[in-house]
């Protein structure tokens, strides 16, 4: 049997006394590690209703941290719960290199049409080259971030990267070249009508609709037909979600309200165009809370931010959370 930290035992948390024993514990550390954010936290426990929402969303995103540490020495997992949030912090330029780089820069100063004439492959091999090391998103991501420190001193390096960005995201080829990735991948406009992209063809005098060969799979048993995403793809959603609680907009969590409306009933919400009311997650989960905990390289603390509102995140969580 497992033993954990603090004297106790992995039966321990199965029993109300066990997991008293364990609050007790963190408590004591988060006491010893922050007397302020103890207070804090005894203090809201003592009256929660005096917390403001955001003032809990606030609370819950600062003692993530204190959780992660927590949990790991409990089950003597400190070396990989760190290893795990340094690769997070990693693979942290892709995401900014995305946002600040390829979307702001690259998309803004070579277009559809400019991107349509460059050489993908070419320019690949001249970055590659100039990075000193094997074309990689990755690369990309780190060596723009240090160019981008002395624009001019890396004018053609960087134009060099805008043109291929400009291409990878824009074009068919260099969509096809980057389609495993996130770096150069777009949000593209929702057709609500046409949700799923078919083929017509009308040859035989009526018309047959086909889906996408490139998007066909077969599904094996009750299996999923796709094996879901790995940690840069997870992070990628992460990082695209701009944490809307913090202005109290979070429709993920809340439901996307009628404008004035006071939030109480199915009428106070808005309606997708297939007329499914947009009342949010069902159990209120802290979604955008989470995404921000995640991307800062918390990986129990932002589990812990959803188990708040679904403790029983582990049963529900594959595909549905
Ligand atoms: S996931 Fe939620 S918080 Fe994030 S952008 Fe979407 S609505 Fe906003």
Request: aromatic share 8%.
């Amino acid at each position: 049997m497992l033993n954990l930290a603090h004297g106790l035992s992995f039966n321990d948390l199965y029993h109300r006394d066990g997991l008293l024993a364990l609050d007790a514990a963190f408590l004591q550390a988060l006491a010893a590690a922050d007397a302020t954010l103890h207070q804090q936290l005894t203090a809201a426990r003592a009256n929660p209703d005096a917390l403001a929402a955001k003032q809990e969303s606030e609370l819950l995103i600062v003692l993530a941290p204190h959780v992660d540490d927590f949990v790991a020495g409990l089950f003597g997992i400190v070396k990989e719960v760190r290893s795990l949030s340094a690769r997070h912090n990693e693979l942290a330029p892709i995401f900014s290199c995305k946002r600040l780089f390829v979307q702001r820069k690259a998309l803004h100063k070579y277009k559809a049409d400019a991107a349509a004439a460059f050489d993908g492959s070419t320019l690949k091999n001249q970055l590659a080259a100039k990075f000193g090391e094997a074309f990689s998103e990755l690369a990309f991501a780190q060596h723009v971030t240090r160019w981008l420190e002395a624009e001019e001193a890396n004018a053609e390096a960087i134009d060099f990267a805008q043109r291929y960005a400009a291409w990878a995201v824009q074009t068919p080829d260099g969509k096809h070249a980057s389609a495993g990735g996130v770096l150069f991948k777009a949000p593209h406009k929702l057709d609500v009508q046409n949700l799923v992209p078919l083929d017509t063809d009308e040859a035989r005098g009526f018309k047959i609709f086909r889906g996408k060969p490139e998007h066909l799979r077969h599904r094996e048993g009750f299996k999923l037909t796709d094996r879901g995403t790995d940690l840069v793809g997870a992070l990628d959603q992460a990082h695209y979600c701009i944490w809307c609680h913090e202005q109290g907009k979070d429709s993920c969590s809340k439901g996307l309200k009628e404008k004035g409306a006071s939030g109480k009933g199915v009428a106070s919400f808005k309606k997708s165009p297939f007329g499914v009311t947009l009342a949010g997650c069902p159990l209120e989960e802290k979604i955008s809370e989470f995404h921000k905990v995640k991307t800062e390289g918390h990986v129990i603390g932002a589990l812990a931010v959803i188990i708040v509102d679904n403790p029983m995140l582990a049963a529900t969580g594959h595909r549905i959370c």
